[in-house]
């Protein structure tokens, strides 16, 4: 969502010079309660778009969550229990179709204040509310873009009706990063100073809270390799009272340490209308250095043309070009592959065909072209017969298979057995791991056979790696054998080491999101 506003937000400039005249000169029965005071969020697209913005009072910042996701959230603490009257909400383009204004006293038990459906963007004025609460949230359930949620301003009025302590910890000092593993930050910071005491520490990542500390140390954990992070630290009260976060301080985790050859996997990778999405994925690949590139398709939307290529695909992912084994999906289909060939060149077609194998160390790589089989074209033959041809004569000990439709998916396509002549094929000659992507969400399947049972013994095991950088599904119903599915953005880092492999899914935050082995070949 790092992109121009769009014209529509634009439009709403004089709107929102309006809106925000109330804070000035708001009447005593109906204060501005929110003003600069503490948030939270539930993700921020990145450290430019964290939840202050969206209580600044600026009309030209805001809050901005991750995209294509749902549920999300942000919430304000306004010091002190206050009787809320009214909420102003300042969307951007990105805004929620449905959304709820809940309170809480306490900040983690929620009570709906009142549910939104049908909203068109802009400027929401949501008057009539009497509730109670010392913190306030907008819980977003549907998103009416591919994007995320944006508030420019989030302004709650009222009265404060809670009395006691009302006065914050002073702001934590010298916040430091003291040291770091492969996954791993550590860091320290002076205690804060409070009228009665302070009680703990609540711990920012880029912008987005991660974890809280009792004590003046913290380390962060399970986080990527090799990557830096932004931290702020900010002190919180008995009476609940939030301190203003600390200076920001980066903390770089090591690089890892892990031997063997290093791959990344990933597919349906450039939107021209999610450019962020695909460039936060390239830094992600950028940071793990690999020595290949594997792509499980839809590497370009919306047609695969040569000047989508150009325009976005090549501005990002394009880096890695030289190193890039590909894959087409339908969307390359949907330009004859002429723009996919046109753009990758002879890297498309090793052999020939636009699917061909390879090996590297004690691993033969086969990478197909799903979207003639899924459609029945009379070239299925020839391809699969190639297939049986290829893997008859593969001396290594390790098959890895890779296209862009999953034979079995617990998201929005279902299972396909379309392409049950490619996965069947795999099943015989035993192979160790496919593939793919089409449906955009990540998911780890235990060996299946060729019914689509857990087979330990004989069956292969599949992984869905379609979170490359386009919008994301979220409708997943597990089938059997899943061992774990989400619908996040990132990357696989695939590490293969002798007669072994393992992986790591990394989020574009930079967190760990799944690790999976290490397996040993058949």
């Given at each position: ?11 709403l ?45 600026d009309?030209?910042?805001?809050w ?124 320290a ?8 005491a ?107 043309t ?16 030289s ?11 949907d ?32 990478a ?119 619908a ?35």
């Amino acid at each position: 969502m790092n992109r121009p506003v769009l014209p529509r937000a634009i439009a709403l400039g004089a709107a929102l010079v309006l809106l925000l005249q109330p804070v000035v000169a708001a009447n005593a029965a109906e204060n501005l309660l929110s003003h600069n005071k503490p948030t939270t969020t539930s993700s921020v697209e990145n450290a430019s778009f964290a939840g202050n913005y969206a209580v600044d009072g600026d009309a030209a910042t805001r809050w901005a969550s991750e995209e294509g996701s749902d549920p999300q959230w942000i919430a304000v603490d306004l010091g002190a229990t206050a009787t809320v009257t009214k909420v102003n909400l300042s969307w951007e383009a990105a805004y929620a179709s449905e959304y709820k204004i809940q309170t809480s006293a306490d900040g983690s038990t929620w009570k709906d204040a009142k549910s939104v459906k049908g909203a068109d963007g802009g400027a929401d004025e949501i008057t009539g509310l009497s509730a109670s609460g010392r913190y306030v949230r907008v819980y977003g359930t549907k998103r009416a873009t591919a994007y995320g949620y944006s508030l420019f301003e989030l302004e709650v009025y009222g009265t404060k009706t809670g009395g006691g302590d009302v006065e914050p910890p002073s702001t934590p000092g010298n916040l430091r990063a003291t040291g770091s593993t492969a996954d791993s930050v550590s860091l320290a910071w002076d205690p804060a100073r409070d009228n009665v005491a302070v009680t703990g520490y609540e711990i920012l990542r880029n912008g987005n809270v991660v974890g809280t500390s009792a004590t003046t140390t913290f380390t962060d954990t399970n986080l990527a390799s090799g990557t830096s992070f932004t931290y702020t630290v900010r002190a919180r009260d008995e009476a609940g009272n939030l301190s203003a976060a600390s200076a920001p301080v980066q903390g770089t985790t090591q690089p890892g340490s892990s031997t063997g050859t290093v791959l990344v996997i990933s597919g349906d990778i450039a939107k021209p209308e999610l450019p962020s999405e695909h460039s936060k994925t390239a830094k992600l690949v950028e940071g793990i250095k690999p020595s290949y590139v594997l792509t499980v398709g839809d590497n370009q939307y919306d047609k695969g043309t040569l000047a989508e290529y150009k325009a976005y695909y090549d501005k990002t992912w394009g880096k890695f070009k030289s190193i890039t084994k590909p894959t087409p999906g339908n969307h390359e289909w949907d330009d004859s592959l002429k723009g996919y060939k046109s753009y990758f060149g002879s890297i498309a077609t090793p052999q020939g065909k636009p699917y061909y194998s390879y090996d590297v160390g004690d691993f033969h790589f086969v990478a197909l072209d799903s979207d003639p089989v899924a459609n029945g074209s009379s070239s299925t033959t020839e391809q699969v017969n190639w297939l049986k041809n290829d893997l008859a004569g593969n001396q290594k000990a390790c098959v890895v298979g890779y296209w862009h439709h999953p034979r079995w998916n617990s998201g929005k396509y279902g299972d396909d057995k379309t392409v049950a002549p490619l996965w069947n094929e795999f099943v015989k000659a035993r192979a160790d791991i496919v593939f793919n992507g089409h449906d955009h969400h990540y998911e780890r399947i235990k060996p299946l056979n060729s019914s689509g049972r857990v087979d330990e013994a004989n069956g292969v095991r599949q992984a869905i790696v379609g979170i490359g950088g386009d919008s994301l599904y979220t409708q997943i119903n597990e089938r059997e054998g899943v061992e774990k599915s989400f619908a996040k953005h990132g990357v696989m880092k695939f590490v293969i080491n002798g007669k072994s492999y393992s992986w790591e899914i990394i989020g574009t935050d930079g967190k760990i999101l799944d690790k999976a082995g290490p397996y040993t070949c058949r």
